[in-house]
């Protein structure tokens, strides 16, 4: 056969074939058109399991008359203009050819009208066939009726699950919108009969309910995290409620509900200790980072995203779920039980390495996990094991503190060392370049105090003062290198803010060594070098505590800011060696 471009309507449905693979796919699509039309109200009709009959009407902003046949026409969009725009997506669709690859496959109506349009109006597809334009008086918002999908594909339709299947599917989904969007009311109607009902007053875990039923989503814990680049919030299982599959798991990338086996690694992670082997969490995470930061156009149907910097973002991940579970845990579980799957799988060589365990503990914990049956057989389908941030640290028990200097930690493998001083640097430095954490966070001082200050430190000062602003300073200038100072952070409570200015002063003074390292962090590193407990002082069980757990959260807990370890790590291995036990686990 000589080479042909192929007629528009058969290259529709080949690509229909990526973008429709069974009735979900056309009601995900049709729900993530009403979403970006800003619809308030979104309600799904499916009779059939969607094989007769799937109908999403919204109250968005509508198609006009003029654009409605369009609209049906393959790579047009009205969210997209150029490549460029492309690097950034902030609409759910972008590709321009869910409703032409839909309408390729079904007998399809499109009925719309916009807000300030007297009537509506709508346009027929039947198998890729477009119709006349015609005018109905129809409400404000766009209506898409599919009809008898894959009636022109039979061999789609044998690959369809059961009824139920498919049927459980689109609740699935529609769900999982339900709660990425909770101020927008949701309905699914299945044969007529409501089987979601949601109320769009943005009330999260009266969708959780939905999804996991009434007494699982009141054990659900919410979690948070703001950080510099990205924001986390969601809800996770407590260690007693689990589940026998990784199912459970559910993520949003700014609104999108994506599939991404390293999230999902890096929520396993942080539960690793705490669930027998072959039991998993439950959760329902929401990312926002910034649009440049994330692919979305990995695969047709939008499900995968690809981020610019995937460490970052799975160590976020598994921090919030940590915190989430500390936070609701304060009193640390017995370590026999607890730890038990941790040292039991220790099969392989542990060193301790100079740079205290990092990369050669977190290839072995991959590789336990890799080991563990339910693990594979669950992944045996997808491509690679996802790489997890190295510099993470396991839950650890605090035993106490020593020589008013360290605490002693114990792990799922042996024992850590700490360094109060270097920790509490770490863990304020984070807070401080943390985002949303600040002005919440200063105190009013109850007088203000003036300070004379250095000439070079004034200078530092007056040309920085948004920044101390921001992280919970408020000075003024009073005088040549002189300010007034009304308020301080939150961590200097009881401190003399006359002595912390003038150490901070000092601090300020002295020459770096690295200019390249941008100002801010510069600042909050002297800040919190200045603020940070000494060695020396006794610290309560309370305060010992909440810096192991401020430490454990932190997105770099093996080191100050300057590069000192803030912890040693000694391995069960190296212990049982040391005491000349050498075991071979
Ligand atoms: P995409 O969503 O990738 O732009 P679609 O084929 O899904 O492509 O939709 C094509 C265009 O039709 C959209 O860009 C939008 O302008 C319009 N459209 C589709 N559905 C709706 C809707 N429910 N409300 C308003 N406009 C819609
Ligand atoms: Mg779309």
Redesign the pocket.
């Known amino acids: 056969m000589p080479i042909q471009i192929l007629p528009d309507a058969v290259a529709s449905q080949i690509a229909a074939g990526e973008v429709v693979e069974r009735p979900a796919s056309v009601v995900k699509?049709?729900v993530?058109?009403?979403l970006?039309?800003g619809?308030s109200q979104i309600t799904v009709r499916v009779d059939g399991a969607g094989k007769r009959l799937i109908e999403?009407a919204?109250d968005?902003?509508?198609?006009s008359e003029e654009?409605l046949s369009?609209?049906?026409a393959r790579h047009?969009?009205?969210?997209?203009r150029t490549a460029h725009d492309l690097m950034a997506i902030e609409?759910?669709?972008?590709?321009?050819?869910?409703?032409?690859?839909?309408a390729s496959v079904s007998r399809f109506m499109?009925t719309?009208r916009k807000s300030d349009s007297e009537a509506g109006a709508k346009v027929t597809v039947d198998g890729g066939q477009t119709g006349k334009v015609e005018k109905t008086g129809v409400p404000v918002?766009?209506v898409?009726r599919v009809e008898d999908l894959f009636f022109n594909v039979p061999a789609r339709l044998k690959f369809l699950k059961s009824d139920a299947t498919e049927r459980g599917r689109i609740s699935a989904l529609v769900t999982r919108y339900a709660l990425a969007y909770p101020d927008v009311r949701f309905k699914l109607l299945l044969n007529g009969k409501p089987s979601l009902q949601t109320s769009g007053n943005s009330d999260h875990r009266e969708v959780l309910t939905h999804l996991m039923g009434l007494d699982v989503a009141r054990e659900m814990l919410a979690i948070q995290l703001k950080d510099l680049d990205i924001q986390i919030m969601g809800f996770i299982s407590p260690i007693t409620v689990t589940r026998g599959t990784r199912r459970e798991l559910t993520f949003f990338v700014n609104g999108r509900w994506v599939q991404d086996t390293a999230l999902s690694a890096a929520v396993l992670k942080a539960y690793q200790q705490y669930l027998p082997v072959g039991r998993y969490p439950l959760a329902v995470i929401f990312l926002t980072i910034d649009p440049q930061d994330v692919d979305v156009n990995v695969h047709p149907a939008k499900s995968e995203v690809r981020f610019r910097q995937s460490a970052p973002v799975f160590n976020a991940v598994q921090r919030a779920v940590r915190r989430g579970l500390l936070a609701y845990m304060p009193a640390p579980v017995s370590p026999q039980s607890t730890w038990q799957t941790g040292r039991g799988s220790g099969s392989a060589q542990r060193e301790l390495d100079p740079a205290w365990g990092m990369a050669a503990d977190a290839k072995v914990e991959t590789e336990t996990v890799q080991q563990s049956p339910q693990f594979r057989s669950d992944d045996s389908q997808l491509p690679s094991q996802p790489e997890l941030p190295a510099d993470d640290l396991p839950l650890l028990r605090l035993v106490g503190q020593v020589g008013a200097t360290y605490l002693v930690a114990e792990g799922p493998d042996g024992l850590y060392l700490i360094d109060q001083y270097t920790a509490h640097h770490r863990v304020l430095y984070e807070a401080l370049l943390a985002k949303g954490t600040r002005r919440a966070e200063a105190q009013s001082l109850l007088e203000p105090v003036v300070l004379q200050l250095s000439a070079q430190s004034a200078s530092m000062v007056e040309s920085n003062l948004g920044i101390f602003g921001e992280f919970g300073f408020k000075l003024e200038g009073f005088g040549p290198n002189t300010f007034r100072l009304y308020a301080v952070p939150a961590f200097l409570t009881g401190k003399d803010p006359l002595v912390f200015m003038q150490g901070l002063s000092e601090e300020l003074d002295k020459n770096d060594k690295d200019a390249t390292i941008n100002i801010k962090k510069k600042l909050a590193a002297k800040v919190s070098r200045q603020a940070a407990i000494k060695g020396g002082q006794v610290l309560s069980r309370e305060e010992q505590q909440a810096l192991l757990n401020n430490l454990v959260t932190c997105q770099s807990p093996r080191s100050s800011p300057d590069g000192r370890p803030t912890m040693i790590h000694l391995s069960v291995d190296l212990l049982d060696r040391q005491f000349g036990r050498r075991i071979q686990r």
């Open positions: 699509e049709l993530e058109n009403a970006d039309a619809a999403v919204d968005g902003q509508g198609i654009e369009l609209a049906v047009a969009t009205s969210k997209l609409t759910l669709g972008f590709r321009g050819e869910a409703l032409a690859s839909i499109l719309s918002g766009t898409v």
